[in-house]
């Protein structure tokens, strides 16, 4: 390499060590390697030189600006590097959650949803009388969430749940949908278990309503029971019994009237006295709806596999949101799923209280 190229690549190289910043550093590449850079000079004039030159020449200027380029490279990764860091410390957020408040001697940090508390009562409850908790899927097929239960396709009761379908399973040959009541359990139940059957089926359930009083989804609790002498008169005492306990009043008026349901025959809604001034409950001479009930229905007990003709029972169905808005005096249905740590703590239970028999009083 001659003396003026070695030169050069010592110049530039020097010029970018000591470029401070990747301003300053295209500024040197602009220098050496723009289009009226040196180094590009140098390769336009190579025309000039003697053939017998001109080879050498070309090899030797394109070896700085190889070298050239690496060092450019090289610098730009380094300043590029140091430029991050900086603008990291110039922009640092400190996105760590802020310490949990202790909270008062001998107070809680945490409390059991209204939801889980209302069902830890039911279970308490109803396991008193004898049953079971039943569980299904969320995910049902039609004919557990309608057809087993007396609901055909063309059914009247069935158009406000026809809701939130799903695509069929790979090989399925039924369609499924997100279950709109915790029915579908008790025809599992029939099906997989011998009578005689006592069970109730807390859970998730799914329609496609949102307002005040009603949310896409939802919980239930059913009770199913089957034996050989079931009547009219066990349903009635055991609603009645449950009331009572659940929301603490000895002596709650309880009314039955007669309804219609497809699943249950005959069909009754229930009825708890309050007053609709005050919305006291067990007080004043008004009736507010609480449940449906009734005896099931004799095609649904063929459906599952049992024969009605030796075997009878009824059922039972009710919104938890619903009883524990009653019995907590909650206004609105929204705040249940809106995760406000302030309403939880104003209505939640004590996370060490498991609820007991003796609660009920």
Known sequence: MSDDLAALQSETEAAIAAAADLRALDAVRVGALGKSGQVTALLKGLGAVPAEERKA???????????????????????????????????????SLPPRPHPPAGAESGAIHPIARTVEELTAIFGAMGFAVA??????????????LNI???????????????????????????????????????????????????????????DATHSPMF??????????????????????DFLRAFFGIAELPVRFRASYFPFTEPSMEVDIGWDRRTGELGKGSDWLEILGSGMVHPKVLANCGIDPRQWQGFAFGMGIE?????KHGIADLRPFYESDVRWLRHYGAPVLSPYTLHDAG
Not at 180 to 200: D, F, K
Not at 219 to 240: M, N, W, Y
Request: hydrophobic share 40%; with cysteine; glycine share 8%.
């Open 219 to 240: 919980h239930q609790v059913e009770g199913l029971v089957i034996g050989r002498d079931i009547t009219l008169g066990h349903l009635k005492g055991c609603l009645i």
């Open 322 to 326: 619903r009883i524990t808005m009653l």
């Open 135 to 148: 569980e299904g899927p969320d995910i049902e097929s039609d004919w557990y969430n309608f057809n087993a």
């Open 152 to 210: 055909p396709g063309h059914h009247p009761a069935r158009q406000d749940q026809d809701t939130f379908y799903l695509p069929p399973a790979h090989g399925a040959g039924f369609e499924t949908v997100l279950r709109t009541h915790t029915s579908p359990v008790q025809a599992r139940t029939m099906l997989s278990q011998e009578p005689p059957i006592r069970v109730i089926v807390p859970g998730r359930t799914y329609r496609a309503d949102h």
């Open 57 to 95: 020449r070309g090899a030797a200027v394109n070896a700085v600006r190889q070298a050239v380029e690496r060092a450019l490279e090289a610098r730009k990764a380094v300043l590029e590097e140091a430029a991050l860091e900086a603008r990291l410390a110039a922009e640092r957020l400190d996105v």
